[in-house]
């Protein structure tokens, strides 16, 4: 006889509804941290993946007008202006640092995830737009300390603006214009006197400037410097060598003035933050003023007594400025004292010295 078996489910739909209302209830299994390291090169994969300049990287855009002037002082806000956008930071940078941060203490991972999202902002940011024959216009506010020719404490003056117009090959005179002092060229040959012979009328000549390089950089050059951050900081290295304090020190101090004096392409500029982050003994700080009295948070790195700080705003991770800071007392002054301390106030391209974006003439 052929019994025909019923089968049965072993829960009841009461049963599976219980199991359903249960699960939502529970928190989800814990998922361990990843290693500082680990989460690190992690970064670095995601970043890299999003510079690839592959076909399948990038989606067409529509055309549309390049805007001709890029503001940085303000970050997370955008208006508009005739000449073209004003754009005070990237519409969606990462969110700056939370908790708590050992204050002027060895903080490697620390650093790392600061200048990994420094990189990530950089990377969404505006290109530059400055054609061969452009100048690059950078405005700022900056202080050095100064001591008299007896010696005594450094003082730190107030700062005064600072606008600057560097030619963007390199192959003409820029100008520096600093508040309550004489405009300066800055020609890419440099004037002399020179002598036929014993005796001749000394006969004016000019004196070529070296090759564009780390330490002498234009536009154009520092928009050809490589995009892989180990590359990249070995070419600094190899290029700051001898020229006084620790090679770390060098390296790191370089790449500040390439990002408060130069105006390079995102990838360049990504590539800056993510070649700092391997250099040993950098450190951060929870707060941090800039000239203009933008609070915000540093990374930091010391030598010879000086510690050299580059402040980013908490919100956006965008750069604001640098600041020099005795972390001894020195000759120079008691340990704290401020030796120096700067603000990037805006960056742009325009067509002639004096001129300013958005058409203002000096």
């Known amino acids: 006889m052929n019994t025909t078996r019923k089968t049965h489910s072993t829960h009841s739909p009461s049963d599976e509804r219980l199991r359903g209302e249960l699960a939502e209830l529970l928190p989800p299994p814990p998922v361990p941290d990843l290693e500082p390291e680990r989460e690190h090169a992690l970064r670095y994969a995601v970043l890299r993946d999003a510079l690839a300049t592959g076909p399948a990287a990038r989606r067409p855009r529509s055309p549309r007008a390049v805007p001709r002037f890029t503001w940085i002082a303000a970050p997370a806000a955008a208006c508009a202006l005739v000449a073209g956008v004003v754009v005070l930071a990237p519409a969606e940078a990462p969110a700056g640092p939370s908790g708590p941060i050992s204050a002027g203490q060895p903080a490697a991972a620390d650093a790392e995830r600061l200048l990994s999202r420094a990189a990530l902002a950089a990377a969404a940011a505006p290109a530059p737009d400055a054609r061969p024959q452009d100048f690059v216009y950078i405005r700022s506010l900056a202080a050095h300390a100064g001591r008299s020719a007896a010696g005594g404490v450094a003082t730190l003056p107030p700062a005064r603006q600072r606008e600057v117009w560097l030619s963007a090959d390199g192959s003409r005179a820029g100008l520096l214009r600093e508040a309550g002092s004489a405009d300066s060229v800055l020609s890419p040959s440099l004037p002399v006197y020179e002598l036929d012979h014993r005796?001749?009328?000394?006969?004016?000549?000019t004196l070529e400037a070296s090759p564009a390089s780390v330490t002498n950089p234009t536009h154009a050059y520092v928009a050809t410097l490589p995009t892989d951050p180990e590359a990249l900081l070995r070419l600094?290295?190899?290029?700051?060598?001898?020229?006084?304090?620790?090679?770390?020190?060098?390296?790191?101090?370089?790449?500040?003035?390439?990002?408060?004096?130069?105006?390079?392409p995102p990838k360049v500029t990504s590539a800056l933050y993510e070649a700092a982050a391997r250099i040993p003994g950098v450190s951060v700080l929870p707060s941090a003023k800039d000239a203009a009295g933008r609070e915000g948070v540093a990374v930091a790195r010391t030598a010879d007594g000086e510690q050299t700080q580059w402040i980013f705003d908490r919100a956006t991770s965008a750069f604001l400025g640098e600041r020099t800071v005795l972390v001894e007392t020195t000759a120079?002054?008691?340990?704290?004292?401020?030796?120096?301390?700067s603000a990037v106030l805006a960056k742009g391209a325009v067509e002639r010295t004096g001129e300013r974006p958005g058409g203002a003439g000096a």
Do not use: C, H
């Open 199 to 205: 005796g001749a009328s000394p006969r004016p000549s």
């Open 332 to 341: 120079a002054g008691k340990k704290g004292t401020v030796l120096g301390v």
């Open 236 to 264: 600094i290295r190899e290029q700051t060598r001898g020229d006084g304090a620790d090679a770390d020190q060098r390296a790191f101090r370089a790449i500040g003035t390439l990002l408060a004096e130069t105006w390079a």
